[in-house]
């Protein structure tokens, strides 16, 4: 699976877009981008993935770059609940098998 | 989606004993489960592959006489941390890997003292 860098701390206005960003360089080409985030003290939860077209669901949008190497999920009305780690993770579409975490991007809403 | 349903939430032991935690899928047959362990402040760490009728697959550093899994039927696995120690204290998370996405447990806090 192809390595993903993320920040490893953002803040966001309660109310205001949370834009987290991922960098996936080494993308091959039937490799999608996962997001999934972890609530303190919670198992993680599947947020959204994508190959190439831009995506949206009911919890967040996302953006990938057209050369593919990089993505921003979008939290379009970020709340207080939304405080997490969010985790960028590159993998191959229904492939079976392990999911490996990176280090993830603490998002931090404020009031 | 699938639900994943993981007992206990939390758990304190004594140094010394061993402490099993159970790993449900709830409307789902999964012939593979995986198990993570989580330090605080820090990322998930996969240690081990659970396969149904078959013995688990570790991660390179894990020890797998000290965490022993079982996967005896489609729904249910389980980890037991043997003869646990104050640095076993973590929190343990399963997981279900489903055709597009990854369903996880809710965790389990597990103290040693």
């Known amino acids: 699976d192809a390595k993903t860098t993320q920040p490893p701390s953002m803040d966001c206005a309660e109310g205001r877009a949370a834009n987290l960003p991922c960098n996936h360089s080494t993308i091959s080409g039937n490799e999608y981008v996962y997001w999934y985030r972890q609530i303190h003290s919670q198992g993680p939860q599947y947020i959204i993935h994508?190959?190439?077209n831009n995506e949206t669901n009911e919890m967040a949008s996302l953006i990938i770059t057209e050369d593919r190497k990089s993505s921003t999920l979008i939290l379009p009305h970020a709340t207080l609940r939304d405080t997490a780690v969010y985790y960028c993770i590159v993998r191959v579409y229904n492939q079976g098998g392990k999911l490996i975490f990176g280090q993830g991007t603490e998002l931090s809403v404020k009031p | 989606g699938a639900v994943v349903s993981q007992h206990p939430s939390r758990v304190i032991c004594k140094s010394g004993t061993s402490v099993k935690i159970e790993c449900r899928s709830l409307?789902?047959?999964?012939?593979?489960m995986f198990w993570y362990r989580q330090f605080p402040k820090q990322s998930l760490m996969l240690m081990a592959t659970s396969n149904e009728g078959s013995k688990a697959t570790y991660e390179q550093g894990v020890e797998k006489d000290k965490f022993l899994i079982n996967h005896a039927s489609l729904t249910l696995s389980t980890l037991t941390v043997t003869s646990a120690h104050p640095e076993d204290s973590s929190f343990y998370i399963c997981?279900?890997?489903?055709?597009?996405?990854?369903?996880f447990g809710q965790g389990t806090r597990l103290t040693v003292v």
């Open positions: 994508g190959l190439k």
């Open positions: 409307d789902f047959q999964a012939t593979t």
């Open positions: 997981s279900y890997r489903g055709d597009t996405e990854a369903f």
